[in-house]
C-alpha cells in the first residue's frame, strides 16, 4: 500500500510520511524521492541481530525465510553482511509454498535445521508463517536452541501462545525502541472505561469508535462495565502501542515542517494566508530538528528515523506471556545484559555454535571457504597462532617470542649454553679430563720422586707450584659448561689468569735461575748471595703474580663480565658471558705474553747449557703455542664481538691448549725419564753432565 499511495502522492510532488515503512526498496531515493519514514530500515535490524550473534562468539547459524519479497531481500542483505563478519550460515530455509504443502515444506526445514547441527536459527517471516514454523518444531519435538527472531514477530502475541513454545529453547530479538506516551495511555484508559462492551477487550477499539459517532456514555450508565486492572495492564503491553509514539511523531514532523515554511514564530504569528506549492513542505521535512519526550525527531540522509532497538528475551509471568528488555541496540554499540537470559542448555550456559568440523591445533577456518560454509581448516604460518577467541584468525606472536607453522600457541626462545649434548662440547670435556688425569700423575710422580736430581732440576718447590697451577688452569675449563651465572662469569677468567700467570712466573724464574747460576753467579756473586738470602726466587713469584692478580682486580672493578644473552635465531638464545671491555682481557693477556716472551729470551739464552738443564727447544714450543693459541683467538674475539656459541667453546680450547702446552713440553719428558730411564736420574749422571759442560766451556774459552 506505501508504493502504490507513493507513486500517486509523488505524481503531484506531495510529501509522504510513513511510521512503519521498513522496507529496504525505500531507501531508493529515485523511486521515492518524498518518502519520509519515521522508523529505520530493514538493515538496521540486520545490523543488530548480528551484533547479537557476535556478542555471544556465534559463528555458525542456519536462517529461515518465508518467500515474500521483502523477506528475500531482508536474506540476501543479512547472508551478505554475515559473510562480511566471519559468520557462517550453514543452512537457509525458504517457506514459500502454498498452504496445501506447506506443511511437509516446514517439517523439511526443520530437520535440515537440526541436519546442520547449528544452535542458532534466525527466523524471518510473518506472524502466521513463523506460527506454523514453530508448531512444526514442537511436532518434531526440536528443542534447545536459540531463535532470533526480527521486530514482525519478536512480540507476537499468536507465535507466544503456542503450548509448550518454551520448550524450544531460548527467543531473542530485536524491536523497535518503545516510547511511551503518557497522554495516550490516560485516553486508552478514558476509552476503555467509557466502553459497554464487557469483557469484550479485543474489539474496544471499533466498538468506542462507534460509540463515539453514535451516543455518548456517562459514569452512570447501567450498561457500563470497567476492565479489570490486569486487562488494561495486557492492553498497554500489546505490540499496537509500539508504534504510537511514531504516528504521534509523524504528526508532529508535518506540524514542524509547516511551521518552518509559514515561519511561525508562535501559533499567532504564522503568515496562514501565504500559499506555497507541495514540494516547498518537502524541504522544509529535511530541516525538522526538535525534542520529543527527548528523543532527537531529525530525519537522515535517507530520509528515515532510527532512535535505536530494544533487545528481548521471552519470558512468562504467572504463566502469561512477558518479553523482557534486556538490552539495547543503536548505530554504534549494543548493550546486552546477558546474565538476564535464561539459556535452555543442560548447564545454562551460554550455548555454543561453532563450526562442526573441528580444526587441529594450530589451524583456523579459511577466509576463502566462509561463504560456502565448508568449514575448511589452514594453517597458520610461522610466527603466527590463532586467536582463540576469534578462530577465523591468525594473529602474530608477541615480541621475543615464536611459533612454528601450525602452531597453537606461541613459546619463548630456548634458552641454550654449552652442555655435554654438543658433540665439541663432549670432546672438549674429554679432553680436560684426560689434561686433569694426566696432571695428576704428574703430580704423584714427582712426589714419589721428590728428592731425585730430576726433580730438582725442574725446580723441585717450584714444580709442584707450576703442577697446582695447572690443574687450577684445568679446573676453570668446568665454568664454561652448564647454565652460566653472573658470579661464574666473574670468576672464570681471573682464575686462569692469576694461575697461568703463577706458572710462567715459576717457569721463568726457572730458566732465570739456571742462566744465572751457570753464567753469572761467579761474575756477580753478591746478587746471587742476596737472592739466596732473601728468597728472590718465591719474591718474584710472588710480585708476578700479585700484578696480574692487580690487573684482574681494576679489569673487575672497572668493567667487569658479565651474563650475557646472544639471540642466535628468534627459536634460540644462547647465554654467555661477555667478558666486559675488550681493554680488560687484553692487558691481562698480554702481561702473560709479556711473561711467555721472557720465558723465550732465557731459553733461548740457555740453549748451550747441560744436556739435563737446556729446555730451549721445549721451552721455546710451549711459548709459541700459548702465543698462537691465545692470539688466534683475541683475533677472532675481536672480529665477532665475543658472541656465539663458538666463541665460547673456542675459549675452553684455548685454556686447554695452553696446559697441554706445557703438560707435554715440561713435565711428560722429565716423568718419561723418572720412569723409564732411571738410570739418567741419579746424581752422578747429573755431574757427569755438568763436568762435560764445564769441559766443553773451557775449551771454547781456549
Same mark, same amino acid.
Given at each position: 500500500?506505501?508504493?502504490?499511495?507513493?507513486?500517486?502522492?509523488?505524481?503531484?510532488?506531495?510529501?509522504?510520511? =510513513?511510521?512503519?515503512?521498513?522496507?529496504?526498496?525505500?531507501?531508493?531515493?529515485?523511486?521515492?524521492?518524498?518518502?519520509?519514514?519515521?522508523?529505520?530500515? @530493514?538493515?538496521?535490524?540486520?545490523?543488530?541481530?548480528? =551484533?547479537? $550473534?557476535?556478542?555471544?562468539?556465534?559463528?555458525?547459524?542456519?536462517?529461515?525465510?518465508?518467500?515474500?519479497?521483502?523477506? &528475500?531481500?531482508?536474506?540476501?542483505?543479512?547472508?551478505?553482511?554475515?559473510?562480511?563478519?566471519?559468520?557462517?550460515?550453514?543452512?537457509?530455509?525458504?517457506?514459500?509454498?502454498?498452504?496445501?504443502?506447506?506443511? +511437509?515444506?516446514?517439517?523439511?526445514?526443520?530437520?535440515?535445521?537440526?541436519?546442520?547441527?547449528?544452535?542458532?536459527?534466525?527466523?524471518?517471516?510473518?506472524?502466521?508463517?513463523?506460527?506454523?514454523?514453530?508448531?512444526?518444531?514442537?511436532?518434531?519435538?526440536?528443542?534447545?536452541?536459540?531463535?532470533?527472531?526480527?521486530?514482525?514477530?519478536?512480540?507476537?502475541?499468536?507465535?507466544?501462545?503456542?503450548?509448550?513454545?518454551?520448550?524450544?529453547?531460548?527467543? +531473542?530479538?530485536?524491536?523497535?525502541?518503545?516510547?511511551?506516551?503518557?497522554?495516550?495511555?490516560?485516553?486508552?484508559?478514558?476509552?476503555?472505561?467509557?466502553?459497554?462492551?464487557?469483557?469484550?477487550?479485543?474489539?474496544?477499539?471499533?466498538?468506542?469508535?462507534?460509540?463515539?459517532?453514535?451516543?455518548?456514555?456517562?459514569?452512570?450508565?447501567?450498561?457500563?462495565?470497567?476492565?479489570?486492572?490486569?486487562?488494561?495492564?495486557?492492553?498497554?503491553?500489546?505490540?499496537?502501542?509500539?508504534?504510537?509514539?511514531?504516528?504521534?511523531?509523524?504528526?508532529?514532523?508535518?506540524?514542524?515542517? +509547516?511551521?518552518?515554511?509559514?515561519?511561525?514564530?508562535?501559533? @499567532?504569528?504564522?503568515?496562514?494566508? @501565504?500559499?506555497?506549492?507541495?514540494?516547498?513542505?518537502?524541504?522544509?521535512?529535511?530541516?525538522?530538528?526538535?525534542?520529543?519526550?527527548?528523543? !532527537?525527531?531529525?530525519?537522515?540522509?535517507?530520509?528515515?528515523?532510527?532512535?535505536?532497538?530494544?533487545?528481548?528475551?521471552?519470558?512468562?509471568?504467572?504463566?502469561?506471556?512477558?518479553?523482557?528488555?534486556?538490552?539495547?541496540?543503536?548505530?554504534?554499540?549494543?548493550?546486552?545484559?546477558?546474565?538476564? $537470559?535464561?539459556?535452555?542448555?543442560?548447564?545454562?550456559?551460554?550455548?555454543?555454535? !561453532?563450526?562442526?568440523?573441528?580444526?587441529?591445533?594450530?589451524?583456523?577456518?579459511?577466509?576463502?571457504?566462509?561463504?560456502?560454509?565448508?568449514? *575448511?581448516?589452514?594453517?597458520?604460518?610461522?610466527?603466527?597462532?590463532?586467536?582463540?577467541?576469534?578462530?577465523?584468525?591468525?594473529?602474530?606472536?608477541?615480541?621475543?617470542?615464536?611459533?612454528?607453522?601450525?602452531?597453537? &600457541?606461541?613459546?619463548?626462545?630456548?634458552?641454550?649454553?654449552?652442555?655435554?649434548?654438543?658433540?665439541?662440547?663432549?670432546?672438549?670435556?674429554?679432553?680436560?679430563?684426560?689434561?686433569?688425569?694426566?696432571?695428576?700423575?704428574?703430580?704423584?710422580?714427582?712426589?714419589?720422586?721428590?728428592?731425585?736430581?730430576?726433580?730438582?732440576?725442574?725446580?723441585?718447590?717450584?714444580?709442584?707450584?707450576?703442577?697446582?697451577?695447572?690443574?687450577? /688452569?684445568?679446573?676453570?675449563?668446568? +665454568?664454561?659448561?652448564?647454565?652460566?651465572?653472573?658470579?661464574?662469569?666473574?670468576?672464570?677468567?681471573?682464575?686462569?689468569? $692469576?694461575?697461568?700467570?703463577?706458572?710462567? =712466573?715459576?717457569?721463568?724464574? *726457572?730458566?732465570? &735461575?739456571?742462566?744465572?747460576?751457570?753464567? %753469572?753467579?761467579?761474575?756477580?756473586?753478591?746478587?746471587?748471595?742476596?737472592?739466596?738470602?732473601? *728468597?728472590?726466587?718465591?719474591?718474584?713469584?710472588?710480585?708476578?703474580?700479585?700484578?696480574?692478580?692487580?690487573?684482574?682486580?681494576?679489569?673487575?672493578?672497572?668493567?667487569?663480565?658479565?651474563?650475557?644473552?646472544?639471540?642466535?635465531?628468534?627459536?634460540?638464545?644462547?647465554?654467555? /658471558?661477555?667478558?666486559?671491555?675488550?681493554?680488560?682481557?687484553?692487558?691481562?693477556?698480554?702481561?702473560?705474553?709479556?711473561? /711467555?716472551?721472557?720465558?723465550?729470551?732465557?731459553?733461548?739464552?740457555?740453549?748451550?747449557?747441560?744436556?739435563?738443564? =737446556?729446555?730451549?727447544?721445549?721451552?721455546?714450543?710451549?711459548?709459541?703455542?700459548?702465543?698462537?693459541?691465545?692470539?688466534?683467538?683475541?683475533?677472532?674475539?675481536?672480529? !665477532?664481538?665475543?658472541?656465539?656459541?663458538?666463541?665460547?667453546?673456542?675459549? %675452553?680450547?684455548?685454556?686447554?691448549?695452553?696446559?697441554?702446552?706445557?703438560?707435554?713440553?715440561?713435565?711428560?719428558?722429565?716423568?718419561?725419564?723418572?720412569?723409564?730411564?732411571?738410570?739418567?736420574?741419579?746424581?752422578?749422571?747429573? &755431574?757427569?753432565?755438568?763436568?762435560?759442560?764445564?769441559?766443553?766451556? *773451557?775449551?771454547?774459552?781456549?
Amino acid at each position: 500500500m506505501t508504493v502504490l499511495i507513493s507513486r500517486v502522492l509523488t505524481f503531484y510532488r506531495l510529501p509522504q510520511i =510513513s511510521y512503519s515503512a521498513k522496507d529496504e526498496q525505500f531507501t531508493d531515493k529515485n523511486l521515492f524521492p518524498l518518502l519520509f519514514r519515521m522508523v529505520p530500515n @530493514e538493515n538496521h535490524q540486520i545490523y543488530g541481530i548480528l =551484533s547479537l $550473534i557476535q556478542a555471544f562468539d556465534w559463528r555458525w547459524v542456519s536462517t529461515v525465510g518465508s518467500g515474500t519479497k521483502s523477506s &528475500q531481500k531482508a536474506m540476501q542483505t543479512l547472508a551478505a553482511e554475515a559473510s562480511a563478519r566471519n559468520i557462517c550460515i550453514s543452512y537457509q530455509g525458504v517457506m514459500m509454498a502454498n498452504d496445501e504443502i506447506l506443511k +511437509l515444506q516446514l517439517q523439511q526445514i526443520v530437520r535440515n535445521v537440526v541436519k546442520a547441527k547449528t544452535n542458532i536459527s534466525i527466523v524471518y517471516g510473518e506472524e502466521d508463517v513463523v506460527y506454523k514454523f514453530f508448531k512444526t518444531v514442537i511436532e518434531l519435538n526440536v528443542t534447545g536452541k536459540v531463535w532470533i527472531a526480527p521486530e514482525t514477530w519478536v512480540l507476537s502475541d499468536l507465535v507466544a501462545s503456542i503450548p509448550d513454545i518454551g520448550a524450544t529453547g531460548t527467543v +531473542l530479538g530485536l524491536t523497535i525502541k518503545p516510547i511511551k506516551l503518557p497522554q495516550f495511555t490516560r485516553f486508552v484508559e478514558r476509552t476503555i472505561h467509557c466502553s459497554t462492551l464487557s469483557n469484550r477487550s479485543c474489539q474496544f477499539l471499533l466498538e468506542a469508535e462507534k460509540l463515539g459517532e453514535t451516543e455518548s456514555c456517562s459514569q452512570s450508565s447501567d450498561e457500563h462495565h470497567s476492565l479489570p486492572q490486569e486487562s488494561l495492564a495486557d492492553i498497554l503491553k500489546s505490540s499496537t502501542w509500539h508504534w504510537s509514539f511514531y504516528t504521534y511523531a509523524a504528526v508532529y514532523a508535518l506540524a514542524q515542517a +509547516l511551521h518552518l515554511r509559514l515561519e511561525c514564530d508562535d501559533i @499567532e504569528a504564522c503568515r496562514a494566508d @501565504e500559499e506555497f506549492e507541495p514540494w516547498q513542505l518537502s524541504e522544509m521535512l529535511y530541516q525538522v530538528n526538535f525534542l520529543l519526550q527527548n528523543n !532527537t525527531i531529525k530525519f537522515s540522509s535517507q530520509q528515515d528515523l532510527f532512535l535505536g532497538y530494544d533487545v528481548l528475551t521471552w519470558t512468562w509471568a504467572n504463566g502469561k506471556f512477558d518479553p523482557k528488555t534486556i538490552g539495547n541496540f543503536s548505530s554504534k554499540n549494543l548493550n546486552i545484559a546477558s546474565s538476564e $537470559i535464561r539459556w535452555a542448555t543442560p548447564d545454562g550456559q551460554v550455548p555454543q555454535s !561453532t563450526c562442526i568440523t573441528m580444526c587441529d591445533e594450530g589451524q583456523i577456518w579459511s577466509k576463502q571457504t566462509l561463504d560456502e560454509c565448508a568449514c *575448511r581448516c589452514e594453517d597458520c604460518l610461522e610466527g603466527t597462532y590463532p586467536n582463540h577467541t576469534n578462530l577465523d584468525a591468525c594473529i602474530p606472536c608477541p615480541s621475543g617470542t615464536w611459533a612454528p607453522r601450525k602452531s597453537s &600457541q606461541c613459546f619463548a626462545p630456548a634458552v641454550t649454553f654449552l652442555d655435554m649434548k654438543d658433540t665439541i662440547i663432549s670432546a672438549l670435556v674429554i679432553l680436560t679430563i684426560v689434561d686433569f688425569f694426566l696432571l695428576c700423575s704428574c703430580l704423584l710422580v714427582f712426589a714419589g720422586h721428590w728428592q731425585t736430581p730430576v726433580v730438582k732440576a725442574a725446580g723441585g718447590k717450584l714444580a709442584f707450584v707450576m703442577l697446582g697451577s695447572l690443574v687450577s /688452569c684445568c679446573t676453570t675449563t668446568s +665454568l664454561f659448561i652448564g647454565r652460566p651465572t653472573s658470579f661464574t662469569c666473574l670468576i672464570r677468567q681471573p682464575i686462569f689468569a $692469576i694461575s697461568f700467570t703463577l706458572c710462567v =712466573s715459576c717457569l721463568l724464574v *726457572r730458566s732465570f &735461575q739456571i742462566i744465572f747460576i751457570f753464567k %753469572m753467579a761467579c761474575k756477580f756473586p753478591m746478587i746471587h748471595k742476596y737472592w739466596i738470602r732473601y *728468597r728472590g726466587t718465591y719474591f718474584f713469584v710472588t710480585l708476578s703474580s700479585g700484578v696480574q692478580g692487580l690487573l684482574c682486580f681494576l679489569w673487575l672493578f672497572f668493567s667487569p663480565p658479565s651474563l650475557h644473552a646472544d639471540v642466535i635465531n628468534k627459536k634460540e638464545i644462547f647465554l654467555r /658471558c661477555s667478558e666486559g671491555h675488550f681493554l680488560g682481557l687484553g692487558f691481562v693477556l698480554t702481561y702473560i705474553t709479556l711473561l /711467555c716472551g721472557a720465558c723465550f729470551v732465557f731459553a733461548f739464552w740457555g740453549r748451550n747449557l747441560p744436556k739435563n738443564y =737446556s729446555e730451549a727447544r721445549l721451552q721455546t714450543v710451549s711459548m709459541l703455542v700459548f702465543l698462537m693459541a691465545w692470539g688466534s683467538f683475541m683475533l677472532i674475539y675481536t672480529t !665477532t664481538e665475543g658472541k656465539g656459541k663458538q666463541i665460547s667453546a673456542l675459549q %675452553m680450547f684455548t685454556v686447554q691448549t695452553s696446559v697441554y702446552a706445557v703438560l707435554c713440553t715440561f713435565f711428560l719428558p722429565k716423568c718419561y725419564v723418572i720412569l723409564f730411564k732411571p738410570q739418567t736420574n741419579t746424581v752422578a749422571h747429573f &755431574q757427569t753432565c755438568i763436568q762435560a759442560y764445564t769441559t766443553t766451556t *773451557r775449551h771454547s774459552a781456549k
